[in-house]
């Protein structure tokens, strides 16, 4: 791409300097040939003054001779006459820039104009101040004036005729000056072009051509470097472009290739990890779930067996929980492992992933994975943040070796059995605490119901045992329609309680479940009841509906026990916020009593208990023989989405 070209003159100077310097020069030369041809045409104009002035001369002489020649001459206009032509000679003389006027400086002009003058001075001047002087003599002095006349204008002819011969030639001067500036400004502009060719065009034209072989990935483009202007370290700088250009380029593929082949592995890992991730998450008890997740290990690392170890903080012991490719002698001798112990029980103390070679190892201590065949072994903990739970090791009957990315995949995998475990945890703590709070509201119903129904066969039975003693049959009556009475209210209300402990509550149900509810209460007490329901909100999941529901049955059950009401009225409205409201008409009761007694009123705390797992509200109104209201109200902001 090299161009064979002579670089022009002052090529290491900056091509701004470059450029000025030429600017100014043209400019300058320029100058001098305007000046020069106003120089000129000032001059030839000066000399046309000067041949107008010599030839007015000669008028102005014959003049003063017809003035002379008058029988009476006048005097006066004689004086002005010979001042005008004073006047013109020292025009002549001196010159004058403003009309303009110039008298050539030739010799020869100069000399013919000298002996004009002193012909003037030294013999017409004279013979007019004698004609002035001498009245008498005067036609004498006419005469020598005319005599000599003719003299000075044959002088100021000859004057003339120089003067023009000068101003032509000054002329042929002015136009080869013209024609000269012509030539001048062509040759000026061709060197200009030339110039601006090697200093900007050419070399722009060579970037742009390198750019198009770039344009088109030819990387060996280069542009000559001509100098060290501008353009200069511009070429410059695009070969070291080039040349790096081509060198990301000439291994462009391989870093492709590369980089595809880490992605590759980088998304087979996250593809793993969210193999494992998912699966742990699915449902099943620990070992099923540890059963599985060993298998998955073994299969991607291609161990030949494995185990999986659960730590016991309180004895610090590791548990053997699940193995694959093992024998069951080697899985019961190492069904309990301190930590500590042998090779996996040191890596669970020390908190970190281990690799050991059999073969590398002091064949001074025989390890009973060795025992079974195994070349190698690599041990990892599970765990949950700083927690540790326990460990997982796989066994190689061919060594393998870890990269840095299977080093961080068999460590990561155990974050997630480590969060599976904690979960599996957490859901059996939440489970065994959702039972004991039902074991406890049952124990409470129970006491609300049952024992105080047994409670009342006891005081009833003892009754009768002194019926019995006093032969009092009408009373022994009484006492057994009594206790058969309590019987029969037991029997419902165990029949109520394991009806409502049974109960099981879809998404949506609630409605259902009350008028199931409703029913059974009219059906039990022949009450009226009415329901009116104004559902236009998101429905409650089903633990809050079913702990809904229990607070209505344990409402209505206190109503078919104590309130003695004829009218039952319960209203739902699922809006923004969840409100539950039972109202009846019975005999209600003394709520500062009710403060005070809290062993008669269970079910009133069974149901603000209930309200407070639904972070919600339960507000309780009753006055004495003006019945009894029980809200519930949910805000927004307990709701949990459905």
């Known amino acids: 791409m090299a161009v064979n070209w002579r670089s022009p003159i002052g090529r290491n100077y900056k091509l701004g300097v470059r450029l000025v310097s030429v600017c100014l020069t043209g400019l300058l030369f320029g100058l001098t040939m305007v000046v020069g041809t106003l120089w000129l045409s000032w001059a030839l104009e000066g000399a046309a003054a000067a041949v107008n002035d010599t030839g007015s001369l000669r008028m102005q002489s014959v003049r003063i001779g017809l003035n002379l020649s008058q029988p009476k001459p006048n005097l006066v206009e004689l004086e002005q006459q010979i001042r005008a032509l004073e006047k013109t000679i020292a025009n002549l003389r001196d010159g004058d820039p403003q009309r303009p006027l110039r008298m050539p400086g030739r010799d020869t002009v100069q000399k013919q104009f000298h002996q004009l003058s002193d012909t003037w001075q030294n013999k017409l001047l004279p013979i007019l101040s004698s004609f002035e002087k001498n009245p008498d003599q005067r036609a004498q002095w006419v005469s020598r004036y005319l005599n000599e006349v003719s003299n000075f204008v044959t002088i100021a002819d000859r004057l003339v005729w120089q003067i023009e011969a000068e101003n032509a030639y000054d002329t042929s001067i002015l136009r080869a000056s013209q024609l000269a500036l012509i030539v001048l400004m062509i040759a000026s502009s061709v060197a200009l072009i030339y110039l601006l060719y090697g200093w900007v065009i050419r070399p722009v034209g060579a970037l742009q051509r390198g750019i198009s072989q770039m344009t088109a990935r030819n990387f060996d483009a280069r542009v000559p470097v001509e100098g060290r202007d501008e353009f200069g370290e511009l070429a410059s700088g695009f070969n070291d472009m080039a040349a790096q250009l ?55 690392f291609g161990a030949s067996g494995g185990t999986v170890r659960i730590l016991d903080l309180r004895q610090n012991n590791l548990h053997l929980t699940v193995h694959q490719g093992i024998s069951e002698n080697f899985a019961k001798d190492e069904l309990c492992l301190h930590a500590g112990d042998c090779l996996c029980g040191e890596a669970a103390q020390q908190g970190e992933m281990k690799l050991h070679d059999f073969r590398s190892l002091p064949q001074v201590l025989q390890y009973r994975c060795q025992e079974e065949g195994f070349n190698s072994i690599a041990i990892a903990q599970i765990k949950l943040g700083n927690m540790h739970l326990g460990s997982y090791t796989l066994h190689f009957k061919t060594p393998r070796e870890f990269t840095g990315e299977d080093r961080k995949l068999f460590e990561a995998v155990g974050q997630h059995l480590g969060m ?69 209210e037991s029997y419902d209300d165990v029949r109520e309680l394991l009806t409502n402990f049974r109960i099981k509550l879809g998404e949506g149900d609630l409605l259902d479940a009350l008028k199931i509810s409703v029913d059974r209460f009219r059906h039990q007490t022949g009450l009226k009841v009415d329901l009116n329901v104004d559902n236009h909100g998101l429905p409650l999941p089903s633990e809050q509906e079913l702990q809904a529901l229990f607070i209505v049955q344990e409402a209505l059950s206190n109503i078919r026990k104590h309130a003695h009401a004829s009218q039952v009225r319960i209203d739902l409205k699922n809006d923004r916020d969840f409100e539950l409201s039972v109202k009846d008409n019975g005999c209600g009761f003394d709520q500062n009593i009710h403060a005070s007694d809290k062993e008669q009123h269970i079910g009133l705390k069974i149901m603000k208990e209930r309200a407070a797992q639904l972070n919600a509200k339960l507000t309780v109104t009753s006055k004495v023989n003006h019945g009894t209201t029980i809200s519930l109200t949910i805000p927004r902001s307990a709701r949990i989405a459905a």
Do not use: P
């Open 420 to 488: 599976a475990i904690e979960n599996q945890r957490l859901l059996t703590r939440t489970r065994e605490l959702a039972v004991s709070e039902e074991r406890n509201l049952v124990a409470q119903g129970l006491h609300d119901s049952i024992a105080q129904g047994l409670n009342f066969l006891k005081l009833q039975i003892q009754m009768l045992h002194d019926s019995l003693k006093r032969d009092a049959k009408d009373e022994v009556q009484e006492v057994l329609a009594m206790i058969d009475a309590g019987v029969r």
């Open 246 to 300: 081509k060198a990301l380029y000439s291994d462009l593929e391989d870093r492709v290739e590369q980089k595809t082949r880490q992605l590759a592995a980088q998304n087979k890992e996250l593809a793993t990890l969210y193999g494992f991730s998912a699966y742990l998450s699915q449902a099943g008890d620990l070992e099923q779930r540890c059963e599985g997740f060993l298998s998955k290990l073994i299969e991607h």
